[in-house]
């Protein structure tokens, strides 16, 4: 009989420290029914009943969900996020857009062409300027 006494005396005490330091910890805005403070007197002025009324009425929210949500600073891998995708979606459909409105070539015989035409410029410019060379050296 001693030994069960004993083991629901330190059950008591260990729930009523987790109470007092829980209240301490929650965020006010969050806690539910009371102002924070009145939790707290609650809590360490009557034993029995105030750690249990927290722990079932006051708490933010239930233990479990604490337990496994992420910490506050953490933060989830970009190709994870849905928002960063999306944003990287629409950030290739603009370019693809603006490259499209440039009228930049596409096929490599194109690109070819357009660097050939680009270098003839170059030289007729240069001609007209009295350089020799295009490429200055």
Do not use: C, N
């Amino acid at each position: 009989m001693l030994l069960l006494r004993g083991f629901l005396i330190v059950v008591a005490l260990g729930v009523w420290m987790y109470s007092v330091f829980d209240v301490i910890r929650s965020d006010a805005a969050s806690i539910r029914y009371l102002h924070k403070l009145i939790w707290l007197v609650l809590v360490l002025l009557f034993t029995p009943i105030g750690p249990l009324a927290w722990l079932f009425l006051g708490r933010p929210v239930p233990l479990a969900s604490r337990l496994f949500e992420a910490r506050p600073g953490t933060r989830e891998a970009p190709d994870d996020s849905p928002e960063f995708l999306a944003g990287l979606d629409d950030e290739i459909r603009r370019r693809r857009r603006a490259e499209q409105v440039r009228g930049a070539p596409s096929d490599p015989t194109e690109i070819d062409a357009e660097i050939r035409r680009l270098e003839e410029e170059l030289r007729r410019r240069s001609d007209e300027e009295g350089g020799g060379d295009p490429s200055g050296l």
